[in-house]
């Protein structure tokens, strides 16, 4: 059983490796110039995901708002972040009062403005919650991002977009939270955000 898990362990390590090596740089640098723009420009960024992306949506909002929160800025300018995933009684009730392909796009109006921009996560590119979310979002004036592991029928409706993860679950899972880390590494101007324990020695 040891073995079996640390061969397991290393084909998991060596396909992540892979994922990553072969994330494009032009496009996930795209997605996350508008998602930091966006932040320091006091514009509000909503996160969507289904499943594990879901809880990554809720890690990536809690993690741009800490982040954007350093920038300062007025009350009444200060960026917003926020995972579409988080009221779980508001996603239920939409679910069940109109359709399960709806929890994201209903909650748009009462959130979104013209400029503001909407993540949207998925391994498949196909939910049709999300599909759905990223049109409405679109009409709205938002500006549509997409972290997918397959092109499926999101990349067509995102203003940019970027395919990683192999359309592997666990890979792309893992790689929607780095690319979230990422976001917030840029805004803090590029350095590492380390335990200061581990940093002091």
């Not at 592991?149 to 929607?176: C, I």
């Amino acid at each position: 059983m040891a073995a079996e898990a640390a061969a397991v362990v290393k084909s998991y390590v060596d396909d992540l490796t892979l994922a990553l090596a072969q994330m494009e740089a032009g496009s996930t640098a795209a997605v996350l110039e508008t998602l930091v723009v966006a932040i320091r420009e006091g514009r509000r960024v909503l996160v969507a995901g289904n499943g594990g992306s879901s809880t990554a949506a809720i890690h990536i909002a809690a993690d741009l708002m800490a982040a954007a929160a350093a920038l300062g800025g007025a009350r009444d300018t200060a960026p917003q972040a926020v995972a579409l995933t988080e009221n779980i009684a508001r996603v239920t009730a939409i679910a069940n009062d109109y359709s399960y392909d709806e929890i994201f796009s209903r909650q748009l109006p009462g959130w979104a403005r013209p400029g503001d921009v909407l993540l949207l996560l998925s391994v498949s590119a196909r939910s049709a919650n999300l599909v759905r979310a990223a049109e409405v979002g679109r009409d709205l004036g938002m500006t549509v991002l997409a972290a997918i592991g397959n092109p499926g029928e999101l990349a067509p409706l995102a203003h940019r977009h970027v395919v990683f993860g192999q359309a592997d679950y666990g890979l792309t899972e893992d790689l929607h939270v780095a690319l979230g880390h990422m976001a917030v590494r840029v805004l803090g101007g590029g350095d590492a955000c380390r335990y200061r324990a581990a940093v002091d020695g």
